[in-house]
């Protein structure tokens, strides 16, 4: 085949068409011929395209572009084949069926980035759809969560308590944007430890280590009683009310004695009970249940706000949302990113928000970090947006800088169309 003399991206690449339909391979066929690659083969299901790609060991094929549902060998059976035997560089599915059967080859790719996997399209597959993809030739992971990276090393009790001590531990606070204003309504407080030889350190140096010690109370006391001294400095500099969302732990929701120590400090600040949110995740509710549960109620009695936080990802989250006496829904970013893509999360996310809305509880969505995940939300009907396109988390003396500056954009993403 004589190569193309044009500049097109992809003239002379190599690629192969797995697609049990003669119809749909000429049609897809067609679409690359029209951008210019190089020799395209063809291969009717995966078997017959594993014995093709072996034969041309010797010329890497560029991309392979195979169909879902084939005879004899399936797409996924294939590209688990295409990731063991490392025969191509870069791969597309498409299918007609269920879109989230294709959801799994891209949870695949998400979990092993070996894959190549550059995109999913489902039939009939457009030109420009097809050119978007093999955009991210460069950039295949951008659709998938980031990588969790290992743990890094624990800091030992021993050196959180000295760090507690010499008071180290200090909250950053992250933005909570009304969806349809655009106005900052709330923040959610993030703890941070100014080390003095290593900088500014995450939870993930040392929060593992206080879970289940004692220390975690002191470590959350500590931390509240800098966020209500913030909460009084806001309301002096002019900031309009805001609620401060705090994390508690499950040893700290079930333990009596420190709810005692956590609403006495909270009483002696002066700061409205009602403006504090406590956010609590299914597993805490579940270690200790009776205890959580009472624990949750007195919390509500006295006019705090309580938050069930990364609503969705455990086993029972509409259970236990039911039965506790929450005011606020935090919908985990798993089923926030990529719900105008695929159906089965938007399901989630609809189910979620209109739980909510059903029990008169405010519903916030975590880890909002695109245009189309905005619009998606407000066009459902979510209460608050948290997450990067809105702010990073910052501290604390940044905040007002921070409202002031970015006050006129928030107000253009909530009058979008």
Known sequence: MNMPTTSAPWAGRRVLVVEDSAVQRGYLVGLLKQLEF???FEAADGNEALQLLERERHDRIFLVLTDLEMPGMDGIEL?????????????????????????IIENMACEDASIGLLG??????????????????????????????????????????QAL???EFLPWFQPKIAMQSGQLKGVEALARWQHPQRGLLS??????TLEGHPLMADFTLALVQQVLQYMLHWQQAGLPPLSVSVNLSADNLSDRA???????????????????????TETSVMRQLSQALTNMGRLRLMGFGLAMDDFGIGY???????RCPFTELKIDRAFVNGATQWPNRLLVLKSALDLGQSLGVATVAEGVETVEDWKLLRDL???????YLLAKPMPAEDLVGWMRQDRRRLRALAGME
């Open 38 to 40: 190089g020799d395209i």
């Open 79 to 103: 590209t688990c084949q295409l990731r063991e035997r490392d025969l191509a560089d870069n791969l597309i599915v498409v299918s007609a069926r269920d879109p989230r059967l294709l959801e």
């Open 120 to 161: 999913t399209l489902l039939k009939p597959v457009q030109l420009d759809s097809l050119t978007q993809l093999l955009s991210k030739v460069n950039d295949r992971s951008s659709d998938c969560r980031p990588a969790v990276p290992p743990p890094p090393a624990q800091a030992s009790l021993e050196e959180l308590a």
């Open 165 to 167: 001590e010499r008071k």
């Open 203 to 208: 939870p993930a140096y040392f929060i593992d």
């Open 258 to 280: 420190f709810i005692d120590r956590l609403t006495a400090l909270v009483m002696q600040s002066g700061v409205a009970p009602a403006s504090l949110v406590w956010e609590v």
């Open 316 to 322: 029972s989250s509409m259970q236990q949302f039911a």
């Open 381 to 387: 009907g979510c209460d608050l947006a948290q997450g």
